[in-house]
């Protein structure tokens, strides 16, 4: 049972150009989201969050925008850099777990050229 | 300083055998978990700790067995290794269970033969 969902894998941007991933959830019961990023042969590595009581949050290059009536979240990253180049991963606090762990989704692989 | 660590790094087995993940944080977290990230690339939760406590057991074979000697250490062991059991696994660990930002190892790339 997929409850987050990235349906874009792969994501090809230039540099200085912004990069737009998605991320769409299905359990309305969410209500705190975050982001990872991971590195080939490294953990994932949390870059912003956002929480539902908020339609956005901003930290430097990255913004999360929170759209709850359309079950839909995006990540902003302005301008590109080559060393954004990564995997991400939308996540959420398992309702059914009380919070206590996340489930991801499956990533979209960003690549940005210089 | 590595705030997760986990080794092996990659572990080359074969099917049947018994095998071991270590995982260690120095961040003072109380919360700590493995998580797998099979060939579909999702990443799923198996076991979370607690101060030492089991919290979460997500319908995981009993084949597989964490241990948390003290807070700051997670070990998983795996008996009897599977073909299926190939899998990235990453150790993860939280200052509480109410506390959603996870800092994750850097992975254990298992690989069954």
């Known amino acids: 049972d997929q409850q987050v969902k990235q349906n874009s894998p792969s994501l090809s941007v230039q540099e200085g150009r912004i990069s737009i991933l998605n991320c769409d959830y299905t359990?309305?019961?969410?209500?705190?989201f975050l982001w990872y990023k991971k590195y080939p042969a490294e953990g994932p590595t949390f870059l912003i969050s956002i929480s539902s009581i908020k339609d956005k949050n901003e930290d430097g290059r990255f913004t999360v925008f929170l759209n709850k009536s359309a079950k839909h979240l995006s990540l902003h990253i302005v301008p590109s850099q080559p060393g954004d180049s990564a995997v991400y991963f939308c996540?959420?606090?398992?309702?059914?777990?009380?919070?206590?762990?996340?489930?991801f989704g499956k990533g979209t692989t960003l690549s940005v050229s210089s | 300083d590595t705030a997760v660590s986990q080794t092996p790094k990659y572990l080359v087995t074969q099917m049947g055998n018994d095998k071991s993940i270590k995982c260690e944080q120095n961040?003072?977290?109380?919360?700590m978990y493995w998580y797998k990230q099979d060939s579909k690339k999702f990443l799923k939760i198996m076991f979370s700790?607690?101060?030492?406590?089991?919290?979460i057991n997500e319908t995981v074979p009993n084949r597989f067995s964490p241990k948390s000697p003290d807070k700051a250490h997670l070990n998983l062991h795996i008996n009897s290794l599977e073909l299926g059991d190939s899998a990235v696994y990453f150790c993860?660990?939280?200052?509480?269970?109410?506390?959603?930002?996870?800092?994750f190892g850097q992975g254990t790339r298992l690989t069954v033969v």
């Open positions: 359990n309305s019961m969410f209500d705190y």
């Open positions: 993860a660990s939280s200052q509480s269970t109410g506390w959603t930002e996870a800092f």
């Open positions: 996540a959420a606090p398992r309702a059914d777990l009380a919070g206590t762990a996340l489930i």
């Open positions: 700790y607690n101060n030492k406590e089991l919290i």
């Open positions: 961040l003072g977290h109380d919360t």
